[in-house]
């Protein structure tokens, strides 16, 4: 691994600037494992509400830190680094977060204390599935696209720059609806600098104006494609599922699934998400000291 001179020494540590993607953005898109957290997207976006910082260990692993609560943690998603630094990230941060089931395996067998973080798996889909929803079992979901789309002159269109503004509207709208912030902030953040990230995604309109728009890009070496922001107007019966269901259509075929994240413990998420019916699940683990 080449040395990384923007991303300092351990147990220093900077905040994510876009001036690091030229760097690890690569790095990231070299995984294989397709956790949703591990693209520079979701590190720069969510750094504020996670206090994300990058570091590298002496070995020149670079790690994630960060902290949940007041609870501190890092994170290794391009590999573990030799064990004395290891130990030294749990006396120092505590709890490996994010651990890929290969790291899990490793770890337990070295007697650390291994959990799965089932609040944080991602659900996976497969793309044509979630283009077709196929069989009875999505009868429910056809009837409420069917609602939308018998009910509203829609159009689509892939969220290109010039109707980032129009997003905006859209998430302003969808903010003033709600009692906590929720992730506006880096929702926000990420159609603002959504060319620099290389973020995609599309937007919808009824009666011409904005009412929808989903946001993402790909992992898991191009195979999935992960959705982090998916907004829509209230008012419009069946509009959510009409925005999963045609974004999946139009996405190129060859992102073979769709991670569309976690579910955070939610029960009315986790029942949301449970009802398409997921292939897989992205699984991931919290390691820490026995």
């Not at 505590?94 to 959990?115: F, H, M």
């Not at 793309?127 to 929803?133: K, N, S």
């Not at 509207?169 to 880096?186: A, C, F, I, T």
Request: aromatic share 14%; charged share 25%; hydrophobic share 35%.
């Amino acid at each position: 691994m080449d040395s990384l001179p923007i991303i300092p020494d351990y147990p220093d540590w900077a905040a994510p600037a876009m001036a690091m993607r030229k760097v690890v953005h690569p790095m990231f898109q070299a995984l294989s494992s397709g956790i949703s957290e591990f693209t520079f997207a979701s590190i720069y976006l969510f750094q504020t509400a996670h206090k994300y910082r990058f570091s590298k260990m002496r070995d020149n692993t670079p790690v994630i830190l960060g902290e949940d609560g007041g609870q501190r943690f890092f994170m290794c998603p391009f590999g573990l680094p030799e064990r004395s630094l290891l130990e030294a990230l749990f006396d120092d941060y505590l709890t490996l977060k994010c651990a890929t089931e290969e790291q899990a395996d490793r770890l337990s067998q070295q007697g650390y204390a291994v959990v799965e973080d089932r609040n944080n798996f991602d659900y996976l889909y497969t793309r044509e599935g979630l283009a077709e929803l196929p069989g009875s079992k999505y009868h429910k979901k056809r009837n409420l696209i069917r609602a939308f789309v018998n009910n509203h002159a829609y159009e689509g269109r892939p969220l290109l720059d010039e109707y980032l503004p129009h997003a905006l509207e859209v998430l302003e709208q969808w903010q003033k609806n709600r009692d906590s912030e929720g992730d506006y902030y880096p929702a926000r953040e990420a159609l603002l600098n959504c060319h620099a990230l290389q973020l995609c995604g599309g937007i919808y309109y009824v009666d011409d104006s904005p009412v929808a728009y989903t946001l993402g890009e790909e992992l898991a070496r191009g195979t999935s494609f992960a959705i982090h922001f998916e907004k829509a107007l209230d008012g419009y019966k069946g509009i959510y599922q009409f925005v999963n269901q045609a974004f999946a259509a139009i996405i190129t075929d060859h992102y073979q699934t769709v991670n569309r994240e976690q579910d955070l413990g939610n029960p009315g998420l986790r029942q949301a998400k449970m009802s398409y019916r997921p292939v897989d699940f992205v699984k991931k683990f919290l390691v820490s000291l026995p």
